[in-house]
């Protein structure tokens, strides 16, 4: 168990095997579901009375439940300070014409966002605002990096996410839904506080986030309905 899990520590490795791993109670939690993704799951030994609930939901599932030393979950593990629970997990992302639904309202679509980190924050946000689904581009970091996985806090069992997604397909299925598409850009002469007095934040909306560094290419930017910036009051360079 422990060798196939190593193996995923290497982007390749996952995607070949469908796999990936998640760390800690919190992520593994909501791993667990509904619906269940969690294919096997690995505790150091003094960690069993501080898991014990969540290792019998696991067992309860027919996940299979292994005790490994502290320094193997350390290999395993992302973080400093290993929680002492790592599990193998199945990909859980989908199809964007399954993302894209003609009831969904609201869809975040991340566009070569290439730091682990930002792309966790935009999927934790969007769970926590209520967004149909993420989409993200085939050129952005991947959405299995323990980084990621990490800064999602679980939110990725949480709501449909598309991974290697076409920008300009992207941007014609959700017209064929009947979604406008605005992207994400600071030097916007429109602003989200404009959308909302003139009611156009109401209706189905496909947001596009661009690169950390450069944003949204002029080439991409003309694919959507209009570019909108959100206002900065203090001195902050960026938000991202």
Not at 71 to 97: F, K, N, S
Not at 192 to 199: E, G, H, I
Request: net charge negative; with cysteine; hydrophobic share 50%.
């Amino acid at each position: 168990m422990l060798r196939a899990a190593r193996r995923l520590l290497r982007r390749k490795e996952r995607q070949i095997a469908r796999r990936f791993l998640a760390e800690g109670p919190l992520a593994i939690s909501e791993a667990l579901g509904p619906p269940n993704t969690v294919i096997e799951l690995m505790v150091v030994e003094d960690s069993l009375d501080r898991h014990r609930d969540l290792l019998e939901v696991a067992s309860g599932l027919g996940v299979r439940v292994a005790v490994a030393t502290a320094r193997a979950i350390a290999e395993l593990a992302d973080t400093v300070t290993p929680q002492g629970l790592v599990a193998v997990c199945q990909m859980i992302d989908v199809p964007a014409g399954q993302a894209l639904q003609p009831t969904s309202r609201l869809i975040m679509l991340c566009d070569q966002v290439r730091d682990p980190g930002n792309l966790g924050t935009v999927i934790r946000c969007a769970d926590a605002f209520g967004a149909d689904a993420v989409l993200i581009s085939r050129d952005s970091v991947d959405l299995y990096n323990a980084k990621t996985v990490r800064a999602t806090t679980g939110s990725l069992f949480h709501l449909p996410i598309a991974v290697g997604v076409d920008l300009a397909g992207a941007v014609a299925l959700a017209r064929d839904i009947g979604l406008q598409v605005f992207g994400a850009d600071a030097a916007a002469a429109c602003s989200v506080n404009d959308l909302a007095q003139s009611n156009e934040l109401v209706k189905p909306t496909l947001w596009v986030m661009g690169n950390e560094a450069w944003g949204l290419p002029a080439e991409h930017a003309m694919l959507f309905d209009r570019l909108v910036a959100l206002p900065r009051y203090g001195k902050a360079e960026s938000i991202n």
